[in-house]
């Protein structure tokens, strides 16, 4: 059957979430052809589902799907997220290969210099990037940005935390990305809005970063368990026990699980401890013991003893225990409670 070609209306694409490239060009046998101009709906579904490789010279496809090959995405040092472990990275590979394709597009900003020509920074998707990556795909499905500028490094960053919707930034993420913007000379009041935060959480998150780096070695390592709240605590035992211990006491918040209010008590115990005079790290020495037995058999039912007081100086700790029959224990209660007032005269 003779073909005729059937070109694409002029319709404006970006309202459509096509990809602004060449109007496609399709073959439709003649009895299709009224079809295909009544409806132009079914030929904009057809190039989204395909979407074309970008081409070399693309400038601007502002909200289309292209397929970008990975070799022309780039890593955006502002990206919100700076540490993805490789345990989510091949949760996200194995994914890929089980489906054999891509579920949902990442977000790409062109680069604007001639250095970055012809390259795409990634907005959000990183974590996909590195699992495609791994798992030897070519390209990736991607939309394009094109309002943002990739130089403007507060604004990319702010862009980068609201399209982030999987798994959040940790604070140590957003610590990094704030010093850094602060060392820019960004308006703090600025970061401090496209960070999302109040002006306590900023505090917090910059003194995360004047911790030992013993302690944020720990940090790095556990960035989702150990946030701004506990290295807080943790930064109020530095001055009594010292940057080793609280690097122990760090990772073993970690390893146990601890909760913010466990945490700050272990270390209020670790103060505490240390605190302690040398003598009463010891057991308090007995000064005097006599025994108290029971019956002809002389069998032992308990002691009372004076030993060296580890409260005060120039004091002792009395102590009475014993075990006796309920017989005998309005008697001995009577003798020790008349013992007792003597104390008070």
Request: proline share 6%.
């Amino acid at each position: 059957m003779k073909q005729r070609q059937i070109k694409a209306p002029d319709m404006p694409l970006a309202a459509l979430k096509a990809p602004a490239q060449p109007k496609p060009v399709i073959h439709l046998p003649q009895d299709s052809v009224q079809e295909a101009e009544v409806a132009p709906l079914h030929l904009v579904e057809t190039v989204e589902e395909q979407p074309t490789t970008v081409p070399e010279d693309v400038e601007s496809v502002h909200g289309h799907w292209l397929m970008i090959p990975l070799s022309k995405l780039k890593i955006h040092p502002f990206n919100s997220r700076a540490i993805r472990t490789q345990e989510r990275i091949e949760e996200v590979k194995n994914m890929l290969e089980d489906k054999r394709k891509q579920r949902d597009p990442i977000t790409v900003v062109p680069g604007r210099t001639a250095e970055d020509s012809g390259f795409f920074y990634i907005l959000s998707g990183q974590t996909r990037y590195h699992a495609a990556n791994l798992a030897g795909w070519s390209e990736l499905k991607a939309q394009i940005n094109d309002k943002i500028d990739p130089d403007d490094h507060l604004s990319f960053w702010a862009a980068s935390i609201e399209h982030n919707a999987s798994i959040k930034e940790t604070d140590w993420d957003l610590a990094l990305k704030v010093k850094a913007l602060l060392d820019e000379n960004h308006p703090p009041e600025l970061v401090q809005k496209a960070s999302r935060k109040d002006a306590r959480a900023i505090r917090r998150l910059m003194a995360m970063l004047e911790l030992p780096e013993s302690v944020l070695a720990v940090v790095r390592e556990h960035p989702a368990k150990l946030s701004s709240h506990f290295c807080e605590a943790l930064r109020s035992g530095l001055d009594k026990l010292g940057e080793d211990a609280i690097a122990t006491i760090a990772r073993h918040s970690v390893t146990v699980g601890m909760s913010h209010g466990a945490l700050v008590d272990h270390i209020k115990r670790e103060i505490t401890r240390l605190e302690r005079p040398a003598g009463r790290s010891q057991r308090a020495r007995r000064q005097f013991m006599h025994p108290i037995v029971l019956g002809a058999a002389k069998q032992q039912a308990g002691a009372f003893k004076i030993m060296e007081s580890t409260k005060h100086q120039g004091h002792r700790s009395v102590a009475l225990t014993a075990d006796i029959p309920d017989a005998l224990v309005e008697a001995f209660k009577s003798d020790i409670l008349a013992a007792i007032e003597k104390l008070t005269k």
